[in-house]
């Protein structure tokens, strides 16, 4: 079987998709990632067939714009800023998607790409498969993902309600631009005004999610096309080999606490940085400090701190002693598995939800929101983390539920199982 699958944003957002290729070659498919060039080097290390789509995520996050929106967190600003983008970038994922996804037999495709893969699904009459790291299907057991985490409980009509909503609202000030990419690169008529992602167009697209459900449960209300098949981890290559200034850090004294906010930025990462070291001298904890795409930088560190790039999280995470980082779905699932408490800094879009659930199943500290991150409320939530022995037993029990999984072999079953029927 010959699949494209369609990844856009940022690396937590693209990962998942790339590990469920490689489950999907394996499995003796012929396996195509619509992807952006930040991620080619990535793709073709794991075998996979990569075909460009134009723009770039990380240089739309390192721009001055949006490195003060994400700081903020204010979801309608957000909103608007992602639209005014939208308006280039989706001609240009539609045509160059189209080009893509020429004689392929089936179509993936996570939230970010979703109302681009169903029009070119639908150009060129493919099975399309959802594929989502976050719970998008309405429930009466939670809200919406994208609302404030810290609303009262409403109850079961409330929530589901609410996700239907917000996806009916997101979707209806995106129809415009999908519309104008529909005509001008597949020559399709306009869409309805009802959202697809559960439309009656899309009932015959069943929907994966790349969590587990020691984390999430699938709500019993959910239909039979939702299945929750565990997380998609893209584990290290064995070629990988660690820094010698990283292996002499981590036996050179205790687990440090890692500490990274992804791809998310700030206005003044060196201001960020000063607050992170303060915070740790307070604790008289070590700790490994990722730059990231949000340029975070500190000069002249002490001792203590160790400045790291990108580093596989299924090698690094088990060795330290807490996980300080933004709530992106990819870094929280790698904290879990790792087994180790998590202090979630969320600054946009699904991580709140994220740190709030963190919190809930007793895994780390209530999380702190970017814009209220102080140094005595992030060295008060390190010291959570590192002396809560329950909350320790728990993270450590959390993680090997995760590591007993297999989301991957269980997408690839489902998928298979899928378009034999």
Known sequence: MHIAIIALGSRGDVQPYIALGKGLKEAGHTVRLVIQH?????TKSHGLEFWLVRGSSQEGMEGKEWRELSEKGNLIAITRYLLKEAQRAYIEFMEDGLTACQGMDLLITGSVGFHIAISIAEKLNLRLIQGHVMPVTPTRIFPSAFLPPNMPNLGGTFNLMSSRLFLQMAWLGVRPVC??????ALDLPPTSFAEPIHSNRSK????LYGFSPSVIPAPA???AENHVTGYWFLDSTDDWTPPAALLNFLQDGPPPIYI???SMSSRNPQETADLVIEAIKKTKQRALLYSGWGGLHKENLPDSVLMIDSTPHDWLLPRVAAVVH???AGTTAAGLRAGVPSIVIPFLIDQPFWGKRVHDLGVGPAPIPRRKLTVDRLTQAIQVAVTDKDMRHRAANL???IQAEDGIANAVELIQKIERS
């Open 204 to 207: 015959d697209f069943p929907r």
């Open 326 to 328: 933004h709530g992106g």
């Open 179 to 184: 519309n104008q990419a529909r005509k001008k």
């Open 221 to 223: 209300d959910w239909s």
């Open 38 to 42: 930040d991620f080619e080097v990535l």
């Open 260 to 262: 990274g906010f992804g």
């Open 399 to 401: 993680g090997e539920k």
